[in-house]
């Protein structure tokens, strides 16, 4: 039984990333990315109008002025992208 509910877990993680992958490839909704294992190369090739918010040795995370920021990372050599800053289901109280 507890195989089958670390299965049923993996499957729930992994189908949340992906619909939070295809959000950034879909969608402007994101007001940043964060770009996975990102490549010296990459940086090079990154949209014009981008700017780094913050950066790891695993991931980096950019904002975009560009329309279909996504997929303009993907060009650019992006290996794994996922939005950045969307507030969820939820909203958040506006801070003062």
Same mark, same amino acid.
């Given at each position: 039984m +507890? /195989?089958?509910? *670390?299965f049923a877990l993996a499957? #729930? *993680?992994l189908?949340? /990333?992906?619909v939070m992958? *295809? #959000?950034?490839?879909?969608s402007d909704a994101a007001? !940043? !990315?964060v770009v996975f294992?990102?490549?010296?190369?990459f940086l090079n090739? #990154?949209?014009?109008? +981008?700017? /780094?918010?913050s950066r790891t040795s695993l991931t980096l995370i950019l904002q975009g002025e560009t329309t279909d920021f996504g997929r303009a990372l993907y060009q650019a050599g992006a290996l794994? #992208? *996922?939005?950045?800053g969307l507030t969820g289901c939820l909203p958040l109280p506006k801070q003062p």
């Open positions: +507890t /195989i089958r509910w *670390l499957l #729930v *993680l189908g949340w /990333i992906t992958a *295809l #959000v950034m490839v879909f007001p !940043a !990315a294992f990102p490549s010296e190369d090739h #990154v949209p014009e109008g +981008t700017s /780094i918010l794994f #992208v *996922l939005p950045a």
